[in-house]
């Protein structure tokens, strides 16, 4: 009986060692003879004439063993509708429960065939009663895979085609990436019949191509030379740096089909040819080490391959290495538990950050799916599944993109591609055409639900909450800006404008897969001017004067040393005869003052005569003298600078000499219009 292995080398060489040559005709062949003819041709990994001996011999035997061994091989074969045909025979017919595991790989097989809604239930019963725990786990992973389906969205604006007869053979292709925009490589067996080993065919090994871009499509592909395809060993997995000069690529031998031996290699460009290749230092060991690509991690190159290594998790994991030179790398380091899992991850792909896988360990629509996985600086989020279209039931792998991600490659054994034998058999390269992402935001302003021009507005990227690059654009005598947007990117709009307050509107583009034109209203709210200040308050029109407060009559001045009474001196004493009429009882003090010019003791006299011509002045014109004291201060009040030895204008000399008048008794206050006592 054929055991299930999980090794990817039937992916990766499907049908090498492969013979349709029969030994005898089967008509002439006994039972016994036939499954001796079976087993001769398995040992030599002549699947196909094994297949058609074990058929002949079932159908003569029915021998359930037989049709296990017979179900193994189909799947091994990746003609999974067989496949599934001949499980569950296996699993209809045994009673006994002699093969526990065909459930498994019976309801595998229906998955693969797209039969999610039959499959869950072969999926929960082999989980319910298998004692295989390693199994079991695989089942429960392959059972969240087929519930998921539904709920994975439909692919938009992606155009996923055949790669066409210049690129596909009926054989598999592996591993293309594209260089430049122009030019891409891949490796293919670049068959399109079985395989015949006759002992003729010498050359069966899979090599490294190239085509270049040619309208819509790929130039025939073109092999390369000897410094790639060294003779004698499989060329695989091939990687391109960005600038075009270095080639990454596994060399492999083979025993049957199993991989027996790879390890990667590099080569430099020399001018339109290939290098010699050279094995890396570091990366490679006693173990299978292939599937390289390059990327960047803690700010340095790497190398992200796929190995069998001890240490790991499961199958085949994907572990990291960093450059140390022209073809030396550091130690291997495991990406971890978060990406690698215990079925098999395979052909990494790194891009800005992205690092794109295909896995069997993670719940998946088929065998292979494509994930990826974001590295933030310390870590991987969780692996996301790229959904419907880059994936189907059956296997899909090798995914890649160019520079701008919007084209790119896989490689899946969907139906519909060129096979060999079976409608999965073999894998094809198919392209991948996402329709350019265009996004953009017309911002509107308004106010109070009417347009409002000359705005400025500024469009600011937001990252964790704080504020990245900014655009700024004024609206101008229209009341709309315009601003291209990044996909998965917040954004904090902000219009100002003088009179108004700022309007700020946040957004987003997650999760939006399709070119969209957004438009966002601003309205901006009307800051009133504020009202105008108050008018001074108005000037009283009188002046209240109490008992000894002074009352200084501006406008009576004397000539230097006299005391007369000048003319324009009698405004002013008009006044306080006009308030000694009107307040009869009220008597007064009328002061003089000098300069300080002149002694002192003369000033003194000088300042009590000048009051007394005051008096007299009033007496004069009947105020009774008793109501009138007249006191001389001489210069023993100065109002300002002017003192004893201080140069003085005349101006500043003749504001010290001055009359004044105070109630000593009578009224208590008194009003005098404000007017009355100003300097004229």
């Not at 430099?268 to 006693?286: F, H, I, R, T, Y």
């Not at 591609?417 to 073999?426: A, P």
């Not at 055409?433 to 996004?439: F, G, N, R, S, Y």
């Amino acid at each position: 009986m054929i055991i299930m292995r999980s090794i990817f080398a039937f992916l990766l060489f499907t049908f090498v060692g492969l013979a349709t040559v029969f030994a005898q005709p089967i008509t002439t062949s006994t039972p016994g003879k036939m499954l001796s003819l079976a087993e001769e041709s398995l040992a030599k990994n002549d699947y196909y004439n094994a297949l058609e001996w074990y058929d002949k011999y079932y159908d003569e035997v029915k021998d359930r063993e037989i049709a296990n061994t017979i179900a193994n091989m189909h799947y091994q074969l990746r003609d999974y509708n067989k496949a599934e045909k001949w499980f569950k025979r296996v699993v209809d017919k045994d009673k006994k429960n002699k093969f526990p595991d065909a459930r498994f790989y019976y309801a595998r097989m229906l998955k693969m065939n797209g039969k999610y809604d039959e499959a869950i239930p072969q999926f929960q019963q082999f989980i319910n009663e298998s004692a295989n725990t390693e199994l079991v786990a695989q089942a429960k992973v392959e059972m969240t895979g087929a519930e998921m389906v539904k709920d994975l969205p439909d692919p938009e604006a992606l155009t996923i085609e055949n790669g066409g007869k210049n690129l596909n053979s009926k054989y598999s292709e592996y591993s293309p990436v594209i260089v430049g925009g122009d030019q891409m490589y891949f490796t293919a067996m670049r068959r399109d019949e079985i395989l015949v080993m006759d002992g003729k065919e010498k050359d069966y090994h899979s090599k490294a191509f190239t085509a270049s871009r040619q309208g819509d499509g790929w130039t025939k592909a073109k092999e390369l030379g000897d410094e790639i395809n060294r003779p004698g060993f499989h060329t695989g997995n091939l990687a391109v740096s960005a600038d075009g000069e270095r080639m990454y690529f596994s060399r492999m031998r083979l025993n049957g089909n199993e991989i027996e031996e790879s390890k990667i290699y590099v080569s430099s460009k020399s001018g339109n040819d290939w290098s010699g290749a050279k094995v890396l230092a570091g990366v490679n060991g006693e173990y299978i080490a292939k599937q390289p690509t390059l990327g960047e991690l803690y700010g340095k190159e790497v190398l992200f391959f796929v190995s069998d290594m001890d240490g790991g998790y499961g199958g085949n994991d994907i572990y990291y290495a960093t450059r140390k030179g022209e073809a030396a790398f550091g130690d291997p380091i495991n990406l971890g538990s978060t990406i690698n899992t215990a079925g098999n991850d395979e052909t990494p792909f790194y891009r800005d950050g992205t690092l794109y896988f295909s896995s069997t360990g993670h719940p998946g629509m088929g065998g292979f799916d494509i994930f990826s996985t974001v590295w933030d600086g310390s870590g991987w989020s969780s692996p996301a599944n790229l959904g419907k279209g880059y994936n189907t039931s059956v296997d899909d792998l090798y995914f890649s993109v160019d520079k701008e991600g919007y084209s790119g490659f896989l490689v899946s054994n969907r139906p519909g591609g060129r096979s060999v034998k079976s409608k999965t058999c073999c894998n094809d390269i198919y392209t991948v055409d996402l329709e350019k992402l265009v996004l953009d935001v017309n911002a509107l302003t308004f106010s109070g639900g009417k347009q409002l021009n000359d705005v400025i507005i500024q469009l600011v990227e937001m990252k964790d909450n704080t504020e990245g690059d900014t655009n700024e654009k004024a609206t101008g005598e229209a009341n709309t800006a315009n601003f291209g947007l990044k996909s998965e990117m917040a954004y904090v709009l902000i219009a100002s404008k003088e009179g108004y307050e700022d309007a700020r509107l946040e957004f987003n583009t997650v999760g939006i897969t399709k070119s969209e034109s957004m438009t966002k209203k601003l309205d901006l709210k009307f800051i009133p001017p504020p009202p105008p200040p108050p008018p001074p308050p108005k000037e009283p029109e009188y002046e209240t004067y109490t008992t000894n407060e002074p009352i200084r009559l501006n406008n009576i001045y004397y000539d230097y040393d006299d005391d007369k009474i000048l003319i324009e001196s009698e405004r002013d004493l008009s006044l306080v005869l006009e308030l000694m009429n009107k307040y009869p009882d009220m008597v007064i003090e009328l002061s003089s003052h000098t300069d300080s010019r002149g002694k002192d003791a003369y000033n003194q006299n000088l300042s009590q005569r000048r009051a007394q011509s005051a008096k007299n002045w009033l007496v004069s014109r009947s105020v009774a003298t008793e109501r009138i004291k007249a006191v001389g201060y001489g210069e023993s009040v100065i109002l300002n600078r002017c003192t004893n030895g201080v140069t003085c204008e005349d101006d500043e000399h003749r504001f010290n000499r001055r009359t004044e008048v105070k109630i000593i008794s009578g009224p208590t206050s008194i009003k005098i219009e404000k007017k009355r006592l100003k300097k004229q």
